[in-house]
Structures are given as C-alpha cells and as structure tokens.
Nanobody, 125 residues
Framework: QVQLVESGGGLVQAGGSLRLSCAAS????????MAWFHQTPGKGRELVASISRDGTTTYYADSVQGRFTISRDNAKNTVYLQMNSLKPEDTAVYYCAAGRWPYSAGTHPSDFGSWGQGTQVTVSS
C-alpha cells in the first residue's frame, strides 16, 4: 500500500473552480495508476477520473467530462484533480486512490488498494 493524503476541498459557488491534491508518502508512487472517487450520502463510491502510471491515459466519468482534469507529477508523488465549472451536484466527499501494482485498474473501488481520508467539496447554488 501507499499512504495518501488529500487536500484542497472546500466551499465554492456554482461555476467556480477548485484543485484537489493527493500526496503520496513513498517514492514508488510512479508504479500505481491513480484515481479520484466521490461519495454522497446514500450512494456508493463512484469513479470520477483516473490516470495511468505514466500519465498518458486518462478516464473521466460522463458527468465531469470537459470540466475536470486529472494529472500527476511523479517527481512530486502527487496527483491532482482540477475541477472547473462546478455544479451543486458535484458536492461530495472526494477520495484519492492508488491501484494495485502490477495490475491495471478499472472503474470499481476494488481495483484500488490504497485510499486517502477524503476531502469535502461543497458547491452552493
């Protein structure tokens, strides 16, 4: 496992932007595909975006396509989620997750072996 800590959540008005950061505690960060999930009351944890080990392949949920951007800086052991044009329905707890080396990662939470503590994002109308 890799230890992950999210930051950057907060309260923002609809149409605004936030950038979430996820810092890993080990230098083998580059071995893992990374992802951001979100969770709201009454719903399971759902994939928002993911990125491959080398950053060349990304995936986005349809609901955030064109608004959110996932990126990673392997030299800094950090993954980011830039969230633009935020909507009230984006309100959730956002979790950073790392995949399981040497396996590829899909879209289900079980594909990921390490999780951050979560950071709250609230979008007001």
């Amino acid at each position: 496992q890799v230890q992950l800590v999210e930051s950057g959540g907060g309260l923002v008005q609809a149409g605004g932007s936030l950038r979430l950061s996820c810092a890993a505690s080990r230098s083998t960060f580059t071995n893992y595909p990374m992802a951001w999930f979100h969770q709201t009351p009454g719903k399971g944890r759902e994939l928002v975006a993911s990125i491959s080990r080398d950053g060349t392949t990304t995936y986005y949920a349809d609901s955030v396509q064109g608004r959110f951007t996932i990126s990673r800086d392997n030299a800094k052991n950090t993954v980011y989620l830039q969230m633009n044009s935020l909507k009230p329905e984006d309100t959730a707890v956002y979790y950073c997750a790392a995949g399981r080396w040497p396996y590829s990662a899909g879209t289900h939470p079980s594909d990921f072996g390490s999780w951050g503590q979560g950071t709250q994002v609230t979008v007001s109308s």
